[in-house]
């Protein structure tokens, strides 16, 4: 992999050795202070820097056995990175709130570039918002737009299944390790998107591996942040006003992305948060036509 940047008209060619800028990565998440946040003032007050920069060699290598013994087990998820600043980065990723500066796939790259719609809302969903979800994915697939959601169960997964179900593309983007299958249920499926279109995660391998439950539920919000900056836009079924899936509207908005919220949740008077967030500048959606003419 060859890195360009450009800067002040000089153009710095560096060669890269993926595997060792993962290991190198993965050796900043050991100090338990470290955030996609910190991680992203550190490279911005560092330009161009690659996470190698930062991390003692003998170190390196420490986790470059640890990453061997875990990412290299399972033959139906190839683990890729993607490191900022080289030539295969996309550069709508700089828009995330806090930018990545590693991300994690496996499958085809291509589709990241296709344009690409969010699919998002409750793990819980009622029949209605399952109905809804599969009218609005095969009219998308219809006009060539990449599904994308975070293969959580409920409306995400409806959105991946639906996709599929219509010979569409669809991207999936978790807030767990590409290996790990959270839900359980959705292995299969998760392989499936995998090694037949794209799979995406930030979150690293050995630390997710090494910390409880309660340190790793918060690698989902982030992953909602990254998921609306690779798309032109974000579309919530239904939610509550406590849903995570509000997490990615304030992100689209921020991030410069379109928002879309269904008619019928404006219609629930149990929540409060359609109206607030389309004062921000939502888009309420009546019909089809209100996303196709806005997009």
Request: hydrophobic share 40%; proline share 4%; glycine share 4%.
């Amino acid at each position: 992999m060859i890195n360009f940047n450009n800067q002040e008209d000089d153009i710095l060619f560096e060669s890269i050795a993926p595997f060792r800028e993962m290991a190198a990565y993965e050796a900043l998440w050991e100090d338990r202070s470290i955030s996609f946040k910190k991680l992203s003032e550190i490279f911005k007050k560092n330009p161009y820097a690659l996470p190698s920069q930062f991390v003692d060699g003998s170190k390196i290598d420490k986790y470059a056995d640890l990453l061997k013994n875990i990412i290299f087990n399972n033959e139906n998820i190839k683990t890729n990175i993607l490191i900022n600043n080289t030539i295969d980065y996309p550069i709508k990723l700089r828009d995330a709130i806090e930018p990545i500066e590693v991300l994690y796939y496996s499958g085809n790259l291509d589709y990241i570039n296709s344009p690409s719609i969010a699919i998002v809302g409750s793990r819980k969903p009622s029949e209605e918002g399952l109905r809804r979800t599969s009218q609005i994915v095969k009219l998308l697939v219809q006009d060539n737009f990449t599904i994308v959601s975070g293969l959580a169960e409920g409306i995400d997964t409806q959105a991946h299944t639906t996709a599929l179900k219509c010979e569409g593309r669809t991207i999936a983007v978790v807030g767990t390790p590409l290996n790990v299958f959270y839900p359980k249920q959705n292995k299969s499926l998760q392989e499936f998107i995998a090694k037949n279109h794209l799979l995406i995660s930030q979150v690293p391998f050995v630390r997710y591996e090494n910390q409880t439950f309660v340190g790793n539920k918060l690698f989902f919000p982030e992953r909602n942040k990254t998921m609306s900056a690779i798309t032109q836009a974000t579309i919530i079924i239904e939610a509550s006003d406590t849903s995570g899936t509000l997490i990615q509207a304030k992100a689209a908005l921020n991030q410069g992305r379109k928002l879309f919220i269904l008619q019928s949740c404006f219609e629930k008077t149990t929540i409060s948060w359609p109206e607030k967030f389309e004062k921000l500048g939502a888009i309420r959606v009546r019909t089809y036509d209100d996303i196709q003419n806005n997009l």
